[in-house]
């Protein structure tokens, strides 16, 4: 009888988290906001000739790594931030012949593909804990690096708490693993500051067991267009090449490319629209008496309590998504909630406002 291999089998199925799109959805991260209109434009002159012959991605590789400083060498475009990890992990992750596996390594509550993957191709999934405060446990992960440590992986800012790592403490690790492949994984960090003083993107050049993660899903509006960037050394990126499928990024995502980033004010705009609702979900939260973390991304988690499931049921009903982070390891009756545009932000708090008596009075 065929059978899968045993780290395929013994995996959950994942399933895509939409739960609707019936409502405003603030449960995905996603920029409701929109993408540029100059991608829309660009999208619409589309001939036939574009999407009927194979894309050629080392076009769009050029174009990101001048925006970034890079060496075309150094990025690799995938189809999506998921593929980039699939790619990064399957490199350098597997089983030993001693059966222990390679270990990755990483602090929950975090992204939920990092032990996913990491099972799947059966290597020893090593979870640290993050504190009360769900910061990243630096000494934690100090104490735990070890020869068997093949892939670290840390998301910052963090999803689901919207935290930010300090940029020395993520070379910390970097440099305490020199024979593991460190992701840091940036699909957030435009939200940090219009400058992006946390991206380790200038540290490439100094370390080589360095990689960084960006995508064009959040800040950009392209989420559906399936675009992630993964840099790194030149000669890593090289060994991901040979893995990577040629034809993964499609001709559509790359004819966005760039005027996705050529308009910077585009993307500016937006940025400073997330900042101010994010600071009116967090001034709320305070006057509610409700535990936040301080997000560095377009979304922000709260804490409501063990009725964490009627509150996303009731602000269900009044038409807008939320997500119930409980399932993750520290976010007990916690909720993650994108940040609105500011003509969509009057009604989310008002909707939280209504919500959270129901939850109080449940």
Not at 337 to 343: A, C, E, F, H, L
Request: proline share 6%; net charge negative.
């Amino acid at each position: 009888m065929l059978k899968p291999r045993a780290s395929i089998a013994g995996l959950n199925p994942y399933y895509s988290p939409i739960v609707s799109r019936s409502g405003l959805s603030l449960d995905l991260n996603e920029s409701v906001a929109g993408c540029s209109p100059r991608v829309l434009a660009r999208l619409r002159s589309l001939s036939a000739a574009d999407v009927s012959l194979y894309p050629q991605r080392e076009i769009g590789e050029r174009l990101v790594a001048d925006f970034l400083g890079l060496a075309p060498e150094q990025v690799l475009l995938t189809n999506g931030v998921d593929e980039a990890l699939s790619v990064l992990f399957a490199s350098y992750l597997g089983p030993n012949d001693d059966g222990a596996g390679d270990e990755l390594l990483f602090a929950d509550p975090t992204f939920v593909m990092y032990p996913m993957l990491g099972a799947a191709l059966g290597a020893k999934v090593v979870r640290l804990r993050s504190g009360e405060d769900l910061t990243l446990p630096v000494a934690d992960f100090m104490a735990r690096i070890s020869p068997r440590t093949r892939v670290i992986a840390v998301a910052n800012p963090n999803n689901p708490t919207g935290l930010a790592a300090p940029r020395a403490d993520l070379l910390k690790i970097a440099e305490a693993a020199p024979d593991a492949a460190v992701l840091i994984d940036e699909a957030y960090v435009e939200f940090c500051g219009e400058f992006c003083d946390e991206t380790l993107i200038p540290d490439l050049a100094s370390h080589p067991n360095l990689f960084v993660a960006r995508t064009f899903s959040k800040v950009y509006g392209l989420a559906g267009l399936r675009l992630g960037v993964l840099t790194g050394a030149a000669k890593q990126i090289d060994y991901l090449r040979r893995f990577c499928l040629p034809f993964n990024v499609n001709a559509v995502a790359l004819a966005s490319l760039e005027e996705a980033l050529a308009d910077q004010s585009f993307v500016h705009h937006h940025v400073a629209q997330v900042k101010q609702g994010r600071e009116r979900l967090t001034q709320l939260f305070s006057e509610l008496g409700l535990r936040f973390w301080p997000s560095q991304a377009n979304f922000v988690l709260v804490r409501v309590g063990t009725t964490a499931k009627v509150f996303v049921e009731s602000m269900q009903r009044r038409g807008i998504l939320v997500r119930d982070s409980s399932a993750n390891l520290g976010c007990d009756g916690c909720v993650r909630i994108t940040v609105g545009t500011p003509s969509q932000m009057d009604g989310v708090l008002q909707a939280i406002r209504e919500a959270i008596v129901e939850v109080r009075r449940s």
